[in-house]
């Protein structure tokens, strides 16, 4: 069966530009998750959604940063005026329910270079 | 808050050389722990779980133990491979919360 898959892999963009960023989460998953990973670092958390519903939204660093995922499945993230800090790999995970046992499975992470 | 610790790397081991990976944690309650690996050019997987103290996750040849008196979950594995050559992450979840990773320890293996 499919995994999670994001789009683009890779997006270069120059300092004030818009990026949107999508992710499809595995069939049937409630739980959606968005983490940012700079170079060398571990993944950090930037949102949450269970079905359409944004629960948790406090890992956004700016006002820059906009995620929705208005029918339950597909989500995207926007960052808006881009800036340099923005650089990192964005990761998308999805779990069937979200509890604290649920597995996350990650997608292959979309890497942004902002110029 | 929450937080993990693990040992920073590279590690660099021959082929058939015994892997240990230190993780410790700090945290309320009573987490989730995992082993995430990132292979090069892919994206990250579970390697192992241990959701209450005492429990042993094993995959692969590795095995982490949940040790709630020392807050610990080591990683461990007998006998390495050059296919284990990858990044790996320690994590733990807290209740309905994200997951909080370590930053990660890079293990090259040598034939």
């Known amino acids: 069966g499919a995994g999670v898959s994001q789009s683009p892999r890779y997006k270069v963009a120059k300092r004030g530009q818009d990026v949107a960023l999508r992710c499809d989460p595995i069939?049937?998953?409630?739980?959606l998750f968005w983490y940012q990973q700079a170079l060398g670092q571990g993944p950090e958390f930037l949102t949450y959604f269970q079905n359409e519903a944004q629960l948790d939204k406090s890992g956004l660093p700016s006002d820059r940063f906009f995620a929705e995922r208005p029918e339950g499945s597909v989500s995207t993230l926007k960052i808006q005026r881009t800036q340099q800090e923005d650089s990192a790999v964005y990761l998308c995970?999805?779990?069937?329910?979200?509890?604290?046992?649920?597995?996350?499975?990650f997608g292959p992470g979309t890497r942004l270079t902002v110029l | 808050g929450d937080s993990v610790t693990q040992m920073e790397g590279p590690v660099t081991l021959s082929e058939e050389a015994f892997l240990t990976i230190n993780c410790t944690y700090t945290a309320t309650g009573y987490p989730s722990l995992f082993w995430y690996v990132q292979y090069p050019g892919e994206g990250l997987q579970l390697l192992l779980k241990?959701?209450?103290?005492?429990d042993k996750g094993s995959n692969k040849g590795f095995e982490a133990t949940y040790r709630k008196e020392t807050t610990s979950f080591h990683l461990e594995k007998g006998s390495v491979q050059v296919s284990d050559s990858a990044v790996y992450f320690c994590?733990?979840?807290?209740?309905?919360?994200?997951?909080?990773f370590g930053k990660g320890t890079r293990l090259s293996v040598i034939a």
């Open positions: 241990a959701t209450k103290a005492d």
């Open positions: 995970a999805s779990s069937l329910s979200g509890g604290s046992t649920d597995t996350q499975y």
């Open positions: 994590a733990l979840e807290a209740g309905n919360t994200p997951l909080v």
């Open positions: 069939s049937g998953h409630v739980s």
